[in-house]
């Protein structure tokens, strides 16, 4: 080496980290896995991934709703579809979440709740050696020996409900607001039982919407169903075989000012029978009161008119007579409906208006004033050509494809009105009107498990929130000058605990005096 050359610090190796592993790399993403903060992460995605749920139609619950959000939609609506937009609850990255978020919980809440079983059986820990550095301190001199100062202190705590720990001689230790935790563990036991509940219904449960007219029936079979869906472990074969008839639905309105139209009776009369020949039972249904049909639920969701149509075609026959469901689109139950009448020569198809209390005028044309039948109408626009029901491809009862179809006319008709189609193509008549109800029946398995875990999660949540936990230590010593000094050290394992309340009162309780009392600066 020659003289002006600089000398390079030689660095040690930095040492390497062995390789992880596959265990290793296990352990740690099980670690990530069961840590709170992913726990609250996936609880904040899977309400994230509920949103489409509820802004869109579902299969499952309105799959006729679905098909015309699809049509009316063609843009969008191929994507959307092939995500599983329109199926969230049972699209895979729905249940990844909600699985995820399960495990979570169970490995976030399982370790936790064996750590706090042996927290609950440990004593309180031993005093400090210097308590005067403790959030609340308190000493003072007594003149009662050692042991019955600490004895005191230690019956005070327990009448406290704080447990305790006595060295004799030395100090007491006591502490209080176990439930604190438990209350914190019962709740996220609970947010798990309500995933449970929510997997056995949505696995086991099933729902479906029906509308039934007066005078007819319904019986709890698939082909009933106006709309069903059911979960992915539920067979429609496993229905229970009730059934019910609409005797008669009631409805009032009120025609006061202040809530006119507003409906102040809403109530169907029902016959119900449990199974096939048993005997009929009558049974009142009212909103908030449904029929308890073999573990279902029937609702009473919705109700509306049934104008009561004869269709004669060209040739005199009558090839229509029934009532047709209309369904309402306002509150005064201006309401939409489609009578189709394949058979006729020539096929006949109507688009309907229906206005319960009938009012025309130039700014919004045909439409309904009142929700009563005060003055019933019905608006028809007739349409000859084929209506494509020979095919089979399935068609909504409720809509009318009017393409390659022939308008013939439009007319109003009041009850017991005839309207002579033109061109000689046949004639409608309205006769009356009948009321239909809307019920949707239900079956969830998991509901009682969820309610009750919900309420247990309520009791968990404010435990974890109103309980506080501390500790205190009581500790005797001889004075200098004579007598009993006593020390009282309090400390809080949570925030927002009133510690000093806590030491004045025990300190009270033993005799301290304002001459003998001094705290210690906070």
């Known amino acids: 080496m020659t003289a002006g050359t600089p000398v390079r610090a030689v660095e040690p190796d930095q040492p390497s980290l062995p390789p992880m592993g596959a265990v290793g790399f296990a352990r740690w993403l099980w670690r990530q896995l069961t840590s709170m903060r992913t726990a609250l992460i996936l609880l904040f995605l899977l309400a994230l991934v509920s949103i489409p749920g509820s ?26 579809d092939a995500l599983g937009f329109f199926d969230v609850y049972a699209s895979p990255w729905f249940a990844a979440v909600y699985l995820l978020l399960f495990i979570s919980l169970i490995g976030c809440v399982l370790p936790r709740i064996g750590v706090h079983v042996r927290t609950l059986r440990s004593q309180p820990p031993p005093a400090p050696r210097n308590l005067g550095r403790l959030p609340a301190y308190e000493e003072f001199v007594v003149e009662r020996p050692a042991s019955a100062v600490l004895d005191e202190a230690a019956a005070a705590l327990r009448s406290g409900r704080w447990r305790t720990r006595v060295a004799e001689g030395e100090w007491v230790a006591a502490e209080k607001g176990y439930w604190r935790e438990t209350g914190n ?38 082909t009933q169903y106006d709309a069903w869906g059911a979960g992915r472990l539920m067979s429609p074969d496993g229905l229970a075989p009730f059934s019910f008839t609409l005797e008669d639905f009631r409805v009032e309105f009120e025609r006061t000012e202040a809530q006119r139209g507003s409906p102040s009776l809403f109530e169907a009369d029902v016959i119900y029978r449990s199974e096939p020949g048993a005997d009929p039972v009558p049974v009142t249904i009212q909103v908030n009161q449904p029929l308890i049909a073999n573990g279902a639920k029937v609702f009473l969701v919705g109700h509306g008119y049934a104008p009561h149509l004869i269709v004669r075609d060209s040739r005199g026959e009558v090839v229509f007579d029934d009532t047709v469901v209309f369904l309402p689109q306002d509150g005064n139950f201006t309401s939409t409906g489609v009578i189709k009448v394949p058979d006729a020569e020539p096929s006949l198809g109507f688009n309907g208006l229906f206005l319960p209390t009938a009012a025309l005028t130039e700014e919004l044309g045909p439409h309904s004033v009142f929700p009563a039948p005060d003055y019933p109408a019905v608006f028809l626009s007739a349409f000859t050509g084929d209506l494509g029901m020979d095919d089979g491809s399935p068609q909504s009862v409720y809509t009318l494809d009017t393409t390659g179809l022939e308008q013939v006319g439009l007319e109003s008709l009041l009850p017991g009105d005839r309207w002579d189609l033109p061109g000689g193509a046949g004639s409608v008549e309205f006769v009356g009107i009948e009321r239909w109800s809307s019920f949707q029946i239900a079956h969830d398995p998991g ?22 936990r501390r500790r205190m230590w009581v500790r005797v010593s001889t004075s200098p000058s004579g007598g009993t000094l006593v020390e009282i050290a309090s400390l809080g394992r949570t925030e927002g605990v009133d510690l000093d309340s ?3 009162r025990l300190a009270t309780r033993l005799g301290a005096s304002g001459d003998s009392r001094r705290r210690t600066p906070q």
């Open 502 to 504: 806590d030491v004045e």
């Open 55 to 80: 802004v869109l139609p579902q299969r499952g619950t309105n799959p006729l709703r679905v098909d015309q959000w699809i049509e009316e939609n063609p843009a969008t609506s191929p994507l959307l």
């Open 185 to 222: 563990l019962v709740f996220h036991l609970a947010l798990v039982l309500i995933l449970v509940g929510v997997a056995v219904g949505g696995l086991l449960g099933w729902r479906g919407n029906v509308v039934v007219r007066e005078g007819t029936g319904f019986s709890n079979t698939l």
């Open 447 to 468: 509901k009682e498990l969820a309610l009750l875990s919900s309420v247990v999660a309520m009791v968990g949540l404010m435990l974890s929130l109103f309980v506080r």
